[in-house]
């Protein structure tokens, strides 16, 4: 564990990528198997361990101190495993030498009591730094400021290979990736895909900016809608078929309609929408399924879900990855009027005439239907590959939507921002909903969209118009308006105001403007989607 | 019965109602008693000022000599009367001079903590543990997971870097007053003897401090934008910068430096990180949260009042322990910086 926590500890400090990079470089040339596996499965957020949630933290914690100097002590550290593992008194039972490969094979056999009393008894025997990793292993979401995209590069350079080797044997291997280590070591094959229902690495799209229009050869790109599901991946094999989601992570039994066998085998990558393809349900409706680990018969009945189609990465089990999406195409359109067709699978179509003109209308037109968030524009001639690639594929949202709000509430961030108040409520003014039109109604929650000095500025501002405190929570005066930006405003009924925002972010500060000005909830409703 | 009615809150800060003085008032007043030279507590502008010697001589470096038109002296332990109270300066442990402001009025005694802390420090007089009716405390690092290390300790991953990383130069974030020379002392008492490099704020402050008898060995003023390689190489050099200069042009000059911060806050990790460092040292001049409560303990007071900084977290551990205990909201005081 020592180790370990010497790692984060290295990593979390290291200002540059490439020190980071070198430290886990390091790591992986000194540490044995499978304590390196584990250990970097920690890193790149695959590490499940059964049973040790947060709750589990927070209970022994509270038996181990007064719950309430823990709570005020959260409220401020902004991290359950920091905060105990500051917390934690120091004892003289210390030891050293507890291995991350035991901790985890004990865990593996405990029950949720037997667990608690080893996590206990761990965290007794470690001194302070390694408390922290030894929590921060178990709850995952280390914020050391390393991607598993920067883990797959540090292995590649350990062993001195293409790092695209590692990507493409990733979904077949699991922590401690063992299958891996082997190979790289010399002492097994390497491990192979074919034929087996494993995640592919998803292609990406940039945001198309405004300065690159220009630029762009409009007739190179096949043109399409942007569809306002989840993004999934369908892969059919002899063990089965199984869905994806845009991380890698299995969710097929969320949705066991579509994860049925099909005589087909291949992977095809598209979107998950709610309803069918002649009535495509809202989003909210999809969220109701993507929330559900296991649906109800019930459930499956009353909201639907189909794939909209767009990609073919293996087709028969022959990979089309590297030939240009163009003879893709023809391939998936080809295979959904015979082994792809059913009816919870429908093509994506492309739209035609795609010029610069007919782009700006359909993109701002596609708020009507409500969803669809724009055009995607993809190279014609690019290959399917893993990640964001310049110039392949682009998306193009429509324009947000903005409205000016009232600052009700703050909170502290987390991680990194722990020290600021960097989280606020957003409030319209009640005109047009069931309360009195002078009172303020919270409609949006929104922590992104600032630059690090307006962020000092609204913790400023904060911090001098506390009227209250709610736990950790601050109201403060109502004074201040910010222009917030959203990609729609739904009826809610889980909301006071009646309506609920998706996705908002600042804008921008207007410290100019009288609360009196901001918009109120009939001028929200307005923009909500026919 | 302890009757507290003759110290009020203003928008000043704490005032004496019988002696018609207030404690590190936050705006201009006519009668000051200054706890101690940090900026937030000892403004410039009152008409008479009553602190310890070296705190009066703080202020001068900071504000001219002519920062009052009124200045009482007041040695550690020598009893003064205002206006019918009893005033005593007892040491306070943050940094040179500081004091703990001692009030005995109406058969009730007052103690004033100031900012104070109970590990050791060359630099300054040890926190003098006084009994009272009513304790009144800061809490800046008033919650349990605030458990600071032994600042020799500390220094020792100091030592550990400059051999780790000889061609760098290791450039600590700390206040001019205090944290700088205390730092500096525990450079020389771990033995290491090589010229220190400080910004040229913390001059006379250092200057200041030899002259009332501590020693911080051989030290060199870096002047702005004056270092280069050509002239003087401060690879595997230590060199002292208040944290305001710390992203600009001046520490730009050096080459490859290593950002070193000394504070309470260099505990929480995602705090430390946010700030750049690359080596949080743990060394602060506040009392952490177990010398807080030991201290309310030591002093048997009845009634604890809290100034700033945590105060819920103290206020519930005072009322575990049986004592009253109430927040008095003061602001004004920097409660996120030492």
């Known amino acids: 564990m020592k180790i370990f926590a010497d790692l984060l500890h290295s990593l979390l400090y290291a200002p540059q990528r490439l020190v980071k990079q070198a430290y886990l470089v390091e790591f992986i040339k000194n540490t044995p198997d499978p304590d390196r596996g584990y250990a970097l499965s920690a890193l790149t957020g695959e590490l499940s361990i059964q049973g040790v949630k947060a709750g589990l933290i927070r209970k022994i914690a509270y038996q181990k101190c007064d719950p309430v100097l823990f709570d005020l002590s959260y409220d401020f550290v902004g991290d359950l495993a920091e905060t105990t593992a500051l917390i934690w008194p120091n004892t003289t039972r210390q030891v050293s030498g507890i291995r991350i490969s035991d901790i985890i094979s004990k865990l593996k056999t405990a029950n949720r009591i037997d667990a608690g009393t080893l996590v206990q008894e761990w965290l007794d025997q470690l001194p302070e730094s390694q408390r922290w990793a030894l929590l921060k292993l178990l709850t995952g979401g280390l914020r050391v400021g390393v991607s598993a995209r920067m883990v797959r590069l540090a292995l590649a350079q350990s062993y001195q290979i293409d790092v695209n080797e590692i990507e493409q044997i990733w979904p077949l291997i699991e922590p401690p990736y063992l299958e891996l280590f082997n190979w790289l070591d010399g002492k097994a094959d390497k491990p192979d895909a074919a034929g087996r229902a494993v995640f592919r690495p998803m292609m990406l799209a940039h945001p198309l900016l405004e300065s690159e229009i220009a630029e762009m050869d409009f007739a190179s790109f096949q043109a399409e809608w942007k569809w306002d599901g989840a993004r999934i991946q369908l892969v059919s094999g002899s063990d089965g078929v199984r869905i994806f989601s845009r991380s890698g992570d299995d969710i097929s039994g969320t949705f066991p309609e579509i994860a049925k066998p099909l005589s087909w085998h291949g992977v095809i990558d598209g979107e998950l929408l709610a309803g069918n393809p002649n009535k495509i349900g809202s989003f909210q409706q999809l969220q109701l399924r993507l929330n559900r680990k296991k649906p109800s018969v019930k459930m499956i009945s009353e909201t639907p879900v189909f794939m909209r189609v767009y990609d073919i990465l293996f087709d028969n089990n022959i990979d089309v990855r590297e030939h240009p999406l163009e003879y893709r195409r023809e391939v998936l359109e080809a295979q959904m009027k015979t082994g792809l067709k059913t009816c919870y699978l429908d093509l994506s179509p492309i739209l035609a005439d795609a010029s610069l003109a007919n782009l700006q209308t359909w993109r701002q037109q596609c708020r009507a239907g409500g969803l669809i968030e724009g055009v995607m524009l993809k190279n014609k001639t690019s290959s399917y590959q893993a990640g964001r690639i310049k110039g392949s594929w682009f998306k193009w949202k429509r324009d947000p939507l903005t409205a000016d709000l009232v600052i009700l509430y703050a909170q502290r961030g987390h991680g990194k921002r722990s020290s600021f108040f960097s989280d606020f409520t957003l409030g319209a003014w009640g005109e047009g909903s069931e309360y009195d039109a002078q009172t303020l109604l919270p409609v949006a929650k929104a922590y992104s969209g600032f630059t690090d000095d307006e962020l000092k500025k609204l913790d400023k501002f904060v911090r001098e118009n506390i009227i209250q405190k709610f736990g950790p929570v601050r109201e403060v005066e109502k004074t201040l308006v910010v222009e917030i930006a959203f990609d729609s405003v739904q009826y809610s009924k889980r909301h006071k105001s009646g309506i609920a925002t998706r996705f908002p972010r600042f804008k921008a500060i207007r410290w100019d403007k009288p609360a009196r000005d901001a918009n109120s909830i009939s001028d929200l409703i307005a923009m909500i989607d026919i | ?338």
């Not at chain 2, 000892?42 to 009553?50: C, F, L, Q, S, Y």
């Not at chain 2, 690879?235 to 730009?252: C, D, E, H, R, V």
């Open chain 2, 1 to 338: 019965m302890i009757d507290t009615s003759w110290l009020k809150i203003s928008k000043s800060g704490l005032y004496i109602v019988p002696a018609k003085a207030h404690i590190d008032p936050v705006r201009s007043v006519n009668t000051a008693i200054i706890t101690h030279g940090h900026a937030d507590h000892a403004r410039a502008g009152h008409k008479h000022v009553i602190a310890t010697p070296q705190t009066l001589e703080i202020m001068a470096v900071r504000y001219g000599a002519n920062f009052a038109e009124q200045k009482t002296a007041v040695k550690y332990n020598q009893k003064i009367q205002l206006a019918g109270v009893n005033l005593t300066l007892i040491p306070a442990g943050h940094v040179l001079g500081s004091a703990q402001i001692a009030m005995e009025y109406a058969d009730t005694k007052i103690i004033a903590a100031g900012d104070y802390k109970r590990k050791s420090d060359p630099t300054c007089a040890p926190f003098q543990v006084e009994k009272c009716d009513v304790f009144i405390t800061e809490a800046t690092f008033g919650l349990p997971v605030f458990s600071h290390p032994t600042p020799e300790a500390e220094i020792q991953k100091l030592l550990e870097v400059q051999q780790l990383f000889p061609e760098r130069s290791v450039i600590i974030g700390a206040y001019s007053l205090g944290k700088a020379q205390r730092i500096i002392a525990l450079l020389r008492a771990a033995g290491y003897e090589d010229t220190i490099f400080i910004h040229g704020a913390m001059k006379k402050l250092c200057e200041l401090y030899v002259s009332f008898g501590i020693e911080l060995g051989s030290l060199q003023t870096t002047p702005i934008g004056r270092i280069d390689n050509q002239q003087i190489s401060l690879a595997n050099k230590f060199i002292l910068a208040p944290p305001s200069a710390m992203g600009t042009k001046w520490a730009q000059r050096l080459c490859d430096p290593l950002v070193v911060s000394a504070s309470g806050w260099m505990q929480v990790r995602q705090r430390a990180k946010q700030g750049g460092v690359e080596l949080p040292l743990v060394i602060s001049d506040h009392a952490d949260w177990n010398d807080i409560l030991r201290t309310i303990k030591e002093v048997e007071a009845s009634e604890v009042w809290v100034t700033h900084g945590r105060e819920d977290a103290i206020i519930h551990a005072c009322t575990q322990m049986g004592l009253a205990a109430k927040a008095l909201s003061l602001i004004g005081y920097e409660d996120e910086s030492e």
